[in-house]
């Protein structure tokens, strides 16, 4: 396996009561797959993405990504792990409001030494007309194509999704989503969504379902559905 | 309502940082305002008080000729004078050194006894609390002591304090080295002098006006016109007085001469009479006894000639009668023996016999003439022996009484001389009447007083900086607070929002922002008005403490400035709170609740250049967006740091100003070390004096003549003082001229002047121009600009003596003398004819104790500032990184190292403080001209000019304070959670 995580806990203490947002959460995901980790909301998915993503830390359990065990790295080596390995698309976009499409891909590119021509993702992700535009100046689903550029252009190892189309109307969603897996497919990345829209899991090579912190269930798509033959 | 306020305490709670840095804004601003504006005006009115309490006369009258009953009368009765009060004082050493003795007053001038008692007796004084001890015996010596007091020395029984001297340099005295040291009191009776010395007056015009205020030379104007107006008539009065008794007292001496050569003469004349009947004696005796002796000797002649004559019948003579006796008697013998052979009665016997009665006859009669001869040269010899003695005593009688002639007739000649001699001296005196100068009345009021005046100049320095301080302050106050406010609501619109879509109104969430800023404001401004009344003035009084006797600060509470603060600040926070709050919440619960839109990313101006723009890393491209995207930010950063810079700026530039104008002055221009100023001009330096100088090593004195004249410029008048070299080129040895335009060396020549640069720059003159100055008497002398030269203190104007008689068309005499070295204290100068010495050391000694007190002000502005940099820079730190949470979570998610996202939050705030220093820098020039315009006095012109360090130092500290920010900040950063950026937007 790509990406294994093994019996992952993490708790959370409010006062007296200690809140298992994560309760030995084990599943694994190939290279190049297409992964959505599926739930309602308080499941714990945000908590194995944060975990996963190199922003917070577990109480116990491995998490090995390309061989390597991320929950032994220290503060600095989870930084440097997030800025070569990871991309992460945000619910909310996140772009850095004072640059241009362009120059929010090349911020994010500059940062790792083996990256994609800015300019030829922004083209991938169809947006190559408004690569002198600031964020304010887009829509919010352009601004998430944006946001998806720029983690791709990283070239991570692992692309995470909190709720991309979270923020977005159905029809936008979907476009976004397209974008996203089409362009995944075409770089061969390997992406984790996390969403409770079930809608989307239908499209995905691995369905991680979670319940109360636990796994509940890991379904393989044989068959993946293609995006526009979803039902939102 | 309860839940509001609670939400306040809240907030609060919430963003202590914040609301802490407003509060200190606030309570710096306060604490400054009010710290320097009441500490002057604290200082004033301690002084006042203290003038007041001890009633300090409003005038004091003195004239070169002493004031007399009359006078006093006289004063008694013009408008405004409450009391005329005559008193003594005479300046006397003790030790060598000067001090004052005055009579004690009741009614003015009051003393302030810190130890001891009042004197009772005669011979017990008041002496000054910093110089002397109880039970000190101060001597007194004056050459003229018993003309003014009956007592030459004095037991200390009180220590006091006067009001007329509340400083250290106590003014100028007539006697010693001319500087007056020390002051006693003595009781009134102790003064013997036959007129007063002064006469001080109390107006009632003034008594509850401020002293220093122009309210107090107001009320004092209509007397001083009273006094100008009544001066010549008491001059010429006095004048007249003076004059009577001088010419009576010709009189009466021309009288008294006269009487005694009278006398001389009588008693001469007398002594005359005695003479001539003495003569007249002694020349009868004379003739009386000459006559007797004459014919008694010409009888006794008769008498011997007859006698001879007889003799010579008988054939003898004076010399041969013994030898006729004895051959008579041998023939008588013989012609017996004959007779005895010859028969008696014969013929011949009897012829023999006859003959024989014949010889015996004839023999008898020989013995006869012969005793009458014996007997008639006995006689004459002591005739002719008495007639001689008498004539010698006659001889010896007649000198007597031609000495007795002689005598008187020297006695005559010494009348006569004696009388020519007084006629003369009373010609003289005559002569002298008329040259007694006119009494000169000098009106002099508190303001001739040195430390009265210098008290309030120095107060100026500190009002100079009370001026401007608190505008800034202010200024950064509503900046900040209406920044963080701003953030505040900004931050807080959606539970604006939640709060009006519950049904709150309006105005109940605008309280709750207002009690916000309001709890903040009060407590600050509670903090500032602590410190401002409690800390700073004393403080600053302190300062001056050193330097002045003055008693404890009364710290007052001025009205205005109080209600002003008070006001200004709740006006302040409320119209801010108010006016941001409102922009906000004029907009519908819908819309707050809505997202609101983050600014436009703009492309700036750096972009039109691509080259350069593209190099640039795109942290630099987002700092230079935001920079300029958040305009208000820019300004409010740039404003509050420039104006700290500038404060700072100012502070340092002060402290140079006042400091380097001593160095460059008295080290690199003035380089003799003193100057003794003479009480009459002279041609040469007198011998005693160069014997002086000798005796104390002072090599190479050189006379100068030092004038003061007048200049005017802008509608003011400033003084300027003529220096005239009795030789120019010894002369560079002591002031060191040097051309402002090359620096070089620069000599006086004959046919223009040298003038100091300041009065060169103040009238705008350049080098081949003129200017005019005028004299005491306001005659207008116009000089041509031969040179400008570098100078700092005081105006001067350098000539030789060649061009000097030729504008002044009279011959030079110098008045002064410069040298190095110094003469010893205990040398009395005035016996010397030396008024006083100023030493360049006493100069800058004075000079740098200021400085030296107003550092410790500057010092406190400069902390003040650095306080107020520090907070401004933290509340705008906290601000930015409250705008960038979401920025920064999201960059630290991307990977973006700790460090990397410091330097990007702190870059941006770094680059406006670079801006804000510089502004600062700029503004800070200016702002120090513009103090040391305002703290500028008539005598020194301060220096502009800032030095390089202070400015780097200043550029140093606000960097200082940026960098402790960011350290404080880091941690902050460092805080911020990556899962932030997953959350919705708020």
Same mark, same amino acid.
């Given at each position: 396996?790509?990406?294994?995580?093994?019996?992952?806990?993490?708790?959370?203490?409010?006062?007296?009561?200690?809140?298992?947002?994560?309760?030995?959460?084990?599943?694994?995901?190939?290279?190049?797959?297409?992964?959505?980790?599926?739930?309602?909301?308080?499941?714990?998915?945000?908590?194995?993405?944060?975990?996963?993503?190199?922003?917070?830390?577990?109480?116990?359990?491995?998490?090995?990504?390309?061989?390597?065990?991320?929950?032994?790295?220290?503060?600095?080596?989870?930084?440097?792990?997030?800025?070569?390995?990871?991309?992460?698309?945000?619910?909310?976009?996140?772009?850095?409001?004072?640059?241009?499409?362009?120059?929010?891909?090349?911020?994010?590119?500059?940062?790792?030494?083996?990256?994609?021509?800015?300019?030829?993702?922004?083209?991938?992700?169809?947006?190559?007309?408004?690569?002198?535009?600031?964020?304010?100046?887009?829509?919010?689903?352009?601004?998430?194509?944006?946001?998806?550029?720029?983690?791709?252009?990283?070239?991570?190892?692992?692309?995470?999704?909190?709720?991309?189309?979270?923020?977005?109307?159905?029809?936008?969603?979907?476009?976004?989503?397209?974008?996203?897996?089409?362009?995944?497919?075409?770089?061969?990345?390997?992406?984790?969504?996390?969403?409770?829209?079930?809608?989307?899991?239908?499209?995905?090579?691995?369905?991680?379902?979670?319940?109360?912190?636990?796994?509940?269930?890991?379904?393989?798509?044989?068959?993946?559905?293609?995006?526009?033959?979803?039902?939102? | 309502?309860?839940?509001?306020?609670?939400?306040?305490?809240?907030?609060?709670?919430?963003?202590?940082?914040?609301?802490?840095?407003?509060?200190?804004?606030?309570?710096?601003?306060?604490?400054?305002?009010?710290?320097?504006?009441?500490?002057?005006?604290?200082?004033?009115?301690?002084?006042?008080?203290?003038?007041?309490?001890?009633?300090?006369?409003?005038?004091?009258?003195?004239?070169?000729?002493?004031?007399?009953?009359?006078?006093?009368?006289?004063?008694?009765?013009?408008?405004?004078?409450?009391?005329?009060?005559?008193?003594?004082?005479?300046?006397?050493?003790?030790?060598?050194?000067?001090?004052?003795?005055?009579?004690?007053?009741?009614?003015?001038?009051?003393?302030?006894?810190?130890?001891?008692?009042?004197?009772?007796?005669?011979?017990?004084?008041?002496?000054?609390?910093?110089?002397?001890?109880?039970?000190?015996?101060?001597?007194?010596?004056?050459?003229?002591?018993?003309?003014?007091?009956?007592?030459?020395?004095?037991?200390?029984?009180?220590?006091?304090?006067?009001?007329?001297?509340?400083?250290?340099?106590?003014?100028?005295?007539?006697?010693?080295?001319?500087?007056?040291?020390?002051?006693?009191?003595?009781?009134?009776?102790?003064? =013997?002098?036959?007129?007063?010395?002064?006469?001080?007056?109390?107006?009632?015009?003034?008594?509850?006006?401020?002293?220093?205020?122009?309210?107090?030379?107001?009320?004092?104007?209509?007397?001083?016109?009273?006094?100008?107006?009544?001066?010549?008539?008491?001059?010429?009065?006095?004048?007249?007085?003076?004059?009577?008794?001088?010419?009576?007292?010709?009189?009466?001496?021309?009288?008294?001469?006269?009487?005694?050569?009278?006398?001389?003469?009588?008693?001469?004349?007398?002594?005359?009479?005695?003479?001539?009947?003495?003569?007249?004696?002694?020349?009868?005796?004379?003739?009386?006894?000459?006559?007797?002796?004459?014919?008694?000797?010409?009888?006794?002649?008769?008498?011997?000639?007859?006698?001879?004559?007889?003799?010579?019948?008988?054939?003898?003579?004076?010399?041969?009668?013994?030898?006729?006796?004895?051959?008579?008697?041998?023939?008588?013998?013989?012609?017996?023996?004959?007779?005895?052979?010859?028969?008696?009665?014969?013929?011949?016997?009897?012829?023999?016999?006859?003959?024989?009665?014949?010889?015996?006859?004839?023999?008898?009669?020989?013995?006869?003439?012969?005793?009458?001869?014996?007997?008639?040269?006995?006689?004459?010899?002591?005739?002719?022996?008495?007639?001689?003695?008498?004539?010698?005593?006659?001889?010896?009688?007649?000198?007597?009484?031609?000495?007795?002639?002689?005598?008187?007739?020297?006695?005559? =000649?010494?009348?006569?001389?004696?009388?020519?001699?007084?006629?003369?001296?009373?010609?003289?005196?005559?002569?002298?009447?008329?040259?007694?100068?006119?009494?000169?009345?000098?009106?002099?009021?508190?303001?001739?007083?040195?430390?009265?005046?210098?008290?309030?100049?120095?107060?100026?320095?500190?009002?100079?900086?009370?001026?401007?301080?608190?505008?800034?302050?202010?200024?950064?106050?509503?900046?900040?607070?209406?920044?963080?406010?701003?953030?505040?609501?900004?931050?807080?619109?959606?539970?604006?929002?939640?709060?009006?879509?519950?049904?709150?109104?309006?105005?109940?969430?605008?309280?709750?922002?207002?009690?916000?800023?309001?709890?903040?404001?009060?407590?600050?401004?509670?903090?500032?008005?602590?410190?401002?009344?409690?800390?700073?003035?004393?403080?600053?009084?302190?300062?001056?403490?050193?330097?002045?006797?003055?008693?404890?600060?009364?710290?007052?509470?001025?009205?205005?400035?109080?209600?002003?603060?008070?006001?200004?600040?709740?006006?302040?926070?409320?119209?801010?709170?108010?006016?941001?709050?409102?922009?906000?919440?004029?907009?519908?619960?819908?819309?707050?609740?809505?997202?609101?839109?983050?600014?436009?990313?703009?492309?700036?101006?750096?972009?039109?250049?691509?080259?350069?723009?593209?190099?640039?890393?795109?942290?630099?491209?987002?700092?230079?967006?935001?920079?300029?995207?958040?305009?208000?930010?820019?300004?409010?950063?740039?404003?509050?740091?420039?104006?700290?810079?500038?404060?700072?700026?100012?502070?340092?530039?002060?402290?140079?100003?006042?400091?380097?104008?001593?160095?460059?002055?008295?080290?690199?221009?003035?380089?003799?070390?003193?100057?003794?100023?003479?009480?009459?001009?002279?041609?040469? =330096?007198?011998?005693?004096?160069?014997?002086?100088?000798?005796?104390?090593?002072?090599?190479?004195?050189?006379?100068?003549?030092?004038?003061?004249?007048?200049?005017?410029?802008?509608?003011?008048?400033?003084?300027?003082?003529?220096?005239?070299?009795?030789?120019?080129?010894?002369?560079?040895?002591?002031?060191?001229?040097?051309?402002?335009?090359?620096?070089?060396?620069?000599?006086?020549?004959?046919?223009?002047?040298?003038?100091?640069?300041?009065?060169?720059?103040?009238?705008?003159?350049?080098?081949?121009?003129?200017?005019?100055?005028?004299?005491?008497?306001?005659?207008?002398?116009?000089?041509?600009?031969?040179?400008?030269?570098?100078?700092?203190?005081?105006?001067?104007?350098?000539?030789?003596?060649?061009?000097?008689?030729?504008?002044?068309?009279?011959?030079?005499?110098?008045?002064?003398?410069?040298?190095?070295?110094?003469?010893?204290?205990?040398?009395?100068?005035?016996?010397?004819?030396?008024?006083?010495?100023?030493?360049?050391?006493?100069?800058?000694?004075?000079?740098?104790?200021?400085?030296?007190?107003?550092?410790?002000?500057?010092?406190?502005?400069?902390?003040?500032?650095?306080?107020?940099?520090?907070?401004?820079?933290?509340?705008?730190?906290?601000?930015?990184?409250?705008?960038?949470?979401?920025?920064?979570?999201?960059?630290?998610?991307?990977?973006?190292?700790?460090?990397?996202?410091?330097?990007?939050?702190?870059?941006?705030?770094? =680059?406006?403080?670079?801006?804000?220093?510089?502004?600062?820098?700029?503004?800070?020039?200016?702002?120090?001209?513009?103090?040391?315009?305002?703290?500028?006095?008539?005598?020194?012109?301060?220096?502009?000019?800032?030095?390089?360090?202070?400015?780097?130092?200043?550029?140093?500290?606000?960097?200082?304070?940026?960098?402790?920010?960011?350290?404080?900040?880091?941690?902050?950063?460092?805080?911020?959670?990556?899962?932030?950026?997953?959350?919705?937007?708020?």
């Amino acid at each position: 396996m790509y990406i294994e995580l093994d019996k992952i806990t993490k708790k959370y203490k409010m006062g007296d009561i200690v809140i298992p947002a994560a309760d030995k959460v084990s599943f694994g995901i190939n290279e190049g797959e297409f992964a959505v980790v599926l739930g309602p909301s308080g499941a714990g998915k945000t908590t194995i993405l944060n975990i996963l993503g190199g922003m917070d830390t577990c109480d116990s359990g491995k998490i090995m990504v390309d061989g390597k065990d991320i929950t032994k790295y220290n503060k600095k080596e989870l930084t440097k792990y997030r800025r070569n390995d990871i991309g992460f698309v945000f619910q909310f976009y996140n772009l850095v409001p004072n640059l241009t499409s362009l120059e929010n891909i090349e911020l994010a590119s500059q940062l790792c030494k083996d990256s994609l021509p800015a300019k030829e993702v922004l083209k991938s992700v169809g947006l190559k007309d408004r690569m002198n535009n600031f964020p304010s100046q887009l829509s919010g689903g352009e601004q998430q194509r944006v946001a998806i550029a720029r983690a791709l252009a990283k070239k991570p190892k692992l692309l995470l999704c909190d709720e991309p189309t979270g923020a977005l109307d159905s029809k936008t969603g979907q476009k976004v989503l397209e974008v996203l897996y089409d362009t995944c497919k075409e770089y061969g990345m390997t992406v984790i969504i996390i969403t409770h829209n079930v809608s989307i899991s239908k499209i995905a090579d691995k369905v991680i379902k979670m319940r109360s912190g636990a796994v509940e269930e890991i379904i393989i798509n044989k068959r993946p559905l293609k995006i526009k033959e979803i039902d939102w | 309502m309860i839940l509001l306020i609670k939400n306040v305490f809240l907030k609060i709670k919430n963003s202590i940082g914040r609301f802490t840095s407003i509060m200190l804004i606030i309570a710096l601003g306060i604490s400054v305002f009010i710290g320097l504006y009441e500490s002057t005006a604290g200082m004033l009115f301690t002084a006042d008080n203290y003038y007041d309490k001890n009633n300090l006369m409003d005038f004091k009258i003195t004239s070169t000729h002493g004031l007399t009953k009359g006078d006093v009368k006289s004063l008694e009765g013009i408008n405004n004078v409450e009391k005329a009060i005559p008193s003594y004082s005479v300046d006397v050493l003790d030790s060598g050194k000067s001090i004052r003795v005055h009579a004690i007053e009741k009614e003015v001038n009051n003393v302030v006894l810190m130890q001891g008692k009042m004197p009772k007796k005669n011979n017990e004084c008041l002496a000054d609390y910093y110089k002397y001890k109880l039970k000190d015996e101060i001597i007194f010596k004056n050459d003229d002591l018993k003309s003014f007091l009956s007592i030459n020395k004095c037991k200390v029984v009180g220590l006091i304090k006067s009001p007329l001297y509340i400083r250290e340099e106590k003014g100028i005295s007539n006697i010693g080295n001319g500087k007056l040291i020390s002051y006693v009191f003595v009781k009134k009776d102790v003064f =013997i002098s036959e007129f007063y010395t002064e006469i001080y007056l109390l107006s009632d015009a003034t008594k509850k006006k401020s002293s220093y205020y122009e309210e107090y030379n107001k009320a004092l104007k209509p007397l001083k016109k009273e006094l100008e107006k009544i001066k010549p008539i008491r001059e010429t009065i006095r004048y007249e007085e003076i004059l009577e008794k001088a010419s009576n007292e010709i009189i009466k001496i021309e009288n008294e001469l006269n009487e005694k050569i009278k006398d001389n003469l009588v008693t001469l004349k007398k002594s005359k009479k005695q003479l001539d009947n003495e003569k007249k004696k002694t020349d009868d005796l004379t003739a009386e006894k000459t006559t007797f002796f004459d014919s008694n000797l010409i009888t006794l002649n008769d008498q011997r000639n007859n006698l001879l004559i007889e003799m010579n019948k008988l054939g003898a003579n004076e010399n041969n009668i013994d030898e006729v006796i004895i051959n008579t008697k041998t023939e008588i013998t013989n012609l017996n023996n004959l007779l005895l052979t010859l028969p008696e009665g014969s013929d011949e016997y009897n012829n023999i016999k006859t003959n024989i009665t014949l010889l015996e006859q004839k023999l008898n009669a020989l013995n006869t003439m012969k005793d009458n001869l014996i007997k008639i040269n006995n006689n004459k010899n002591v005739l002719e022996q008495n007639y001689l003695t008498f004539k010698k005593e006659i001889a010896s009688a007649n000198e007597k009484i031609t000495d007795g002639y002689n005598k008187y007739n020297d006695g005559l =000649i010494e009348i006569d001389k004696a009388k020519n001699e007084a006629n003369e001296k009373i010609l003289e005196a005559k002569a002298e009447l008329n040259n007694i100068e006119k009494p000169k009345w000098y009106l002099l009021n508190r303001k001739d007083n040195s430390g009265y005046i210098s008290y309030k100049e120095d107060i100026i320095k500190v009002e100079a900086i009370s001026k401007v301080l608190p505008i800034f302050f202010i200024l950064v106050v509503i900046l900040m607070v209406s920044n963080t406010l701003n953030r505040i609501v900004e931050e807080e619109r959606t539970e604006m929002g939640i709060l009006l879509a519950n049904g709150f109104s309006t105005s109940a969430i605008m309280f709750e922002y207002i009690l916000y800023v309001l709890i903040s404001g009060l407590i600050g401004l509670t903090l500032g008005l602590v410190v401002g009344y409690a800390f700073i003035p004393k403080i600053i009084y302190g300062v001056f403490l050193s330097r002045y006797y003055v008693p404890k600060l009364i710290t007052i509470v001025s009205p205005l400035p109080f209600s002003m603060v008070i006001l200004l600040t709740l006006i302040i926070m409320l119209v801010v709170s108010i006016t941001t709050c409102y922009k906000e919440l004029k907009n519908m619960p819908a819309a707050l609740l809505r997202y609101k839109p983050p600014k436009v990313g703009k492309k700036v101006f750096f972009e039109r250049f691509p080259k350069l723009w593209s190099r640039i890393s795109f942290m630099w491209k987002t700092t230079v967006r935001n920079i300029f995207r958040y305009k208000k930010r820019i300004i409010m950063t740039v404003l509050g740091v420039a104006g700290c810079t500038a404060l700072l700026v100012a502070g340092m530039g002060i402290n140079d100003s006042i400091y380097t104008i001593s160095k460059l002055q008295y080290e690199d221009i003035i380089k003799y070390d003193s100057m003794y100023i003479l009480k009459n001009s002279v041609e040469e =330096i007198p011998s005693n004096i160069l014997t002086l100088f000798r005796e104390n090593e002072i090599v190479n004195p050189l006379l100068i003549n030092q004038e003061a004249f007048t200049f005017t410029f802008d509608n003011k008048t400033e003084d300027i003082f003529l220096i005239v070299p009795k030789d120019s080129v010894n002369f560079n040895n002591y002031v060191n001229l040097k051309s402002v335009v090359n620096d070089k060396k620069i000599t006086i020549k004959d046919d223009g002047a040298i003038i100091s640069k300041q009065t060169a720059d103040l009238l705008k003159v350049k080098i081949g121009e003129s200017i005019k100055i005028r004299n005491s008497d306001n005659e207008l002398f116009i000089l041509k600009v031969n040179d400008i030269t570098e100078n700092y203190v005081s105006h001067y104007i350098y000539i030789n003596k060649n061009y000097y008689e030729k504008i002044f068309e009279e011959e030079i005499s110098y008045n002064s003398i410069i040298g190095n070295g110094k003469i010893d204290d205990k040398i009395e100068l005035s016996k010397y004819n030396i008024l006083i010495a100023n030493y360049t050391e006493d100069i800058v000694r004075t000079f740098n104790e200021f400085v030296h007190g107003l550092n410790k002000i500057i010092i406190l502005i400069v902390v003040l500032a650095s306080l107020l940099a520090f907070v401004v820079l933290y509340n705008l730190t906290i601000i930015n990184v409250s705008e960038r949470k979401r920025e920064i979570a999201t960059f630290k998610v991307l990977g973006f190292y700790d460090k990397e996202i410091n330097i990007f939050v702190y870059r941006e705030i770094l =680059i406006l403080t670079l801006f804000g220093i510089i502004y600062g820098l700029i503004f800070g020039k200016y702002l120090h001209i513009f103090i040391m315009n305002t703290a500028e006095t008539d005598n020194i012109v301060f220096l502009r000019e800032i030095r390089p360090l202070s400015y780097i130092i200043c550029i140093l500290l606000t960097l200082i304070f940026s960098l402790i920010v960011q350290t404080i900040m880091n941690k902050t950063l460092k805080k911020i959670d990556m899962i932030d950026s997953l959350k919705s937007v708020e």
